[in-house]
């Protein structure tokens, strides 16, 4: 018997939703085995910007690679003793540069090339990391959110350079470098505030903050969107959802019932949870990305009013669902990995690929084209079926 097994099945899920286009389901895979009672999960997918290797957390603790383009299963890689929070290729002129940051207090860094950890960065300021990002003036710097801390690596000798510690009260959930402004840093925690910091300046809790943003509430995700990358999507861990102009710190739009707004704009089926955002750059369109417990995920448009000319109409929308993903997952869908929008793509999602996973342990592939007939895979490698505690099943990260 080889490292690998692999299953077939012929039958496909029939999509049933009633609004929106419905995307193809052309792959499905197991991603680890587990009991029905207690199975492992998905916690995200990320791919290099080449499109040459998919990356997957999975509640094991450990990460699978698997070509995005095929399917095909390329190894695993295991290390962290705790919970992956993030995970990313975060140079894009390293595609094969993979990076994973763990509740263990650890950053490790995989070359996908070699098939192994080739360097680690340790927190000695903060018992756990809960994401990264790497920019900076010359695109070395390497930052990091912990408890109440951002912490701060030289990304070429992996040397710790700095720890903030007054911005933040509680965990920092996230941190994003500005995609073009690359000395401009955004953080985000759990105490409801998002401070953006100028990195050119020395790095330290006197100088270099810009400004800071009050959500309200606890943040849990956040992205750049906009021409010049100008305003900021930012998801709550109580599904909110709101806009903000990054040059003005002002919030655009504020959609505290996003949920309900967006499950009368579906139809057949209610909205449980936010999943994430996406940005089609060559369309200048947002998409929040939502799903149903039942594991159907929506694509819905999102516009808001210019309000820099009157502070008083801070107005938007969420538009009916305009791409459904349904009959892949069973369960509550945790990450959705796109491949890049490209030039010349018009606005109804045309070329449209992307990966999903979840709380059933698939990974599922779609497509608004016909690719491919759709084909079922369960590939596990045998050194990642593991005997453990059943764990409670947990949609969002535990803050």
Sequence with gaps: ????????????????????????LLTTLQSSFGSPENPDYVLDIVSSEDMS????????????????????????????????NDVSFPDSGLPHVLCSASSDGTIRVWDTRLGKQVSLMRSH????????????????????????????????TQRELACLEECHTE?????????????KLVSASVDGLMCVFDTLAEINDDEGMDMVMGVGTSV?????????????????HIETLSLWDFEEGTRMADFTDARMKASANWGLTSVDYLI???????????????????????????????????????????????????GGHTD?????????????????????????????GRL???????????RSLAWASKSLVMRREPHKKLRKKPY
């Design 125 to 156: 300021q903060s018992s756990e990391l809960f994401s990264f990002d790497c920019g900076g003036s010359s695109s070395s710097l390497f930052a990091a959110g912990g408890k109440a801390k951002v912490l701060f690596w030289d990304w070429r």
């Design 332 to 360: 509550i869908v945790r990450s959705v990995c796109s491949a890049p929008y490209q030039q010349g793509i018009p606005d109804d999602h045309e070329g449209f690929f992307c990966w999903t996973g979840g709380e059933d």
């Design 53 to 84: 290797v998919m990356a997957v957390s999975l509640s094991t603790n450990a990460l699978k690679l698997y070509s995005p383009m095929t399917g095909q299963f390329l190894g695993d890689y295991r290390g962290h003793t705790e919970r992956i």
């Design 220 to 236: 849990g995700k956040l992205g750049f969107f906009g021409q010049s990358h100008a305003s900021l999507w930012c998801l709550t």
């Design 276 to 326: 994430s955002c996406q940005y089609a750059p060559f369309v200048d369109r947002l998409w929040l990305i939502a799903g149903s417990n039942s594991g159907s995920v929506g694509y819905f448009p999102v516009s808001h009013s210019d309000c820099r000319s009157n502070a008083s109409e801070k107005t938007g929308m969420i538009r009916p669902v305009s791409a459904v993903l349904e």
């Design 364 to 374: 599922c592939s779609w497509s608004k084209g016909d690719r491919d007939s759709e």
């Design 1 to 24: 018997m080889t490292d690998m097994e692999m299953e077939t099945q012929e039958d496909a899920i029939p999509c049933r939703s009633g609004r929106g286009k419905r995307f193809k």
């Design 171 to 183: 965990d920092v959930t996230q941190v994003c470098f500005h995609p073009s402004r690359r000395e």
